[in-house]
């Protein structure tokens, strides 16, 4: 029985997307939003060292970047933690790879689209079933779809997707069902997946039997990364939340002496009791005195 390896690993995932093209040309062609008459047909990859490391999460990126026949740029990432900063990590690399298209002295007619595409390994958006998310520049207010689409994001949150969906593409959610679902536990492969012959090669590159033993052990210290983040995560966001509930009971504690200090000060107003004497005895300035006369 074959033991197979998670391909949203780094080491997994580029060896199947990174060293096999028409992998990673199938894999494309499902899940982006490209016009139906201009697919992808050819890819050469590039170097990914414009894009810049998240401190916090060094490994939990496996990255690919490419450009077609038509000299549109494609960066594809894997997300195990999800963190705002992913956001804006993409949004730079795309923003840098449409950027750098052209040469000193070129026509901005030139220029291509930039596709960035981030797989997000966990639900990061809870107030929405969404789990598809396409972002682009649309003119504010339009209601004929006037768009500069020459840059586009999509983020996709791999647990959500459903596996059984009329409205969304077969390949789509097969290539996704191969990332969602294949990982160590896995004992048996969908005979879906295997019916393509692309999907069914990734199943046999994601083999424990195809990695050398250096690789394995970067695929084990990699997921050995991948929880210490998590729990680096865990336990900011731990800390955050109690010296926020200890704030707000300081600032509560502070607004509940200062109404009382307010109520004192009305009372003695009441009384007819002077300004000077009553910010004496309450600690109030007169002017905060004077303001409750009004």
């Known amino acids: 029985m074959s033991r197979y390896l998670d391909p949203k690993a780094d080491v997994v995932f580029k060896k199947i997307f990174g060293d096999h093209p028409h992998l990673l040309i199938s894999f494309l062609n499902a899940v982006l939003p490209l016009p139906d008459n201009s697919p992808i047909v050819t890819l050469t990859y590039l170097p990914t ?20 026949s038509q000299g549109r740029v494609f960066i594809v990432e894997m997300q195990m933690n999800w963190t705002d900063s992913f956001k804006q990590r993409l949004l730079f690399g795309a923003s840098q790879a449409f950027v750098k298209q052209l040469d000193k002295g070129k026509d901005y007619v030139l220029l291509q689209s930039v596709y960035g595409l981030g797989l997000v390994a966990e639900i990061y958006d809870t107030m929405s079933q969404d789990w598809y998310h396409h972002y682009q520049l649309v003119k504010k207010g339009s209601q004929d779809g006037d768009v500069i689409d020459h840059l586009q994001l999509i983020f996709i949150e791999l647990p959500k997707f459903p596996i059984h969906s009329p409205e969304e593409k077969r390949l789509r ?104 004497i009553i910010a004496k005895a309450t600690t109030l300035t007169q002017e905060e005195v004077e303001r409750l006369k009004e």
């Open 49 to 68: 060292e414009q894009v810049p490391v998240i401190p916090e999460f060094k490994r939990t990126i496996a990255d690919a970047k490419c450009t077609d």
């Open 173 to 276: 959610l097969l290539w996704l069902r191969f990332l969602r679902e294949i990982n160590e536990k896995t004992h048996t492969v969908s005979n879906e997946l295997l019916e393509v012959p692309e999907i069914a090669e990734a199943v046999e590159l994601a083999e424990e039997s195809a990695y050398t033993k250096i690789e394995l052990e970067f695929y084990e210290s990699y997921w050995d990364q991948v929880r210490r983040e998590k729990t680096l995560m865990s336990e900011k966001y731990t800390k955050g939340k109690a010296e926020g509930v200890a704030e707000g009971e300081a600032i509560g504690e502070a607004g509940g002496k200062a109404e009382g200090k307010y109520k004192i000060a009305r009372n003695m107003l009441a009384l007819g009791l002077s300004v000077d």
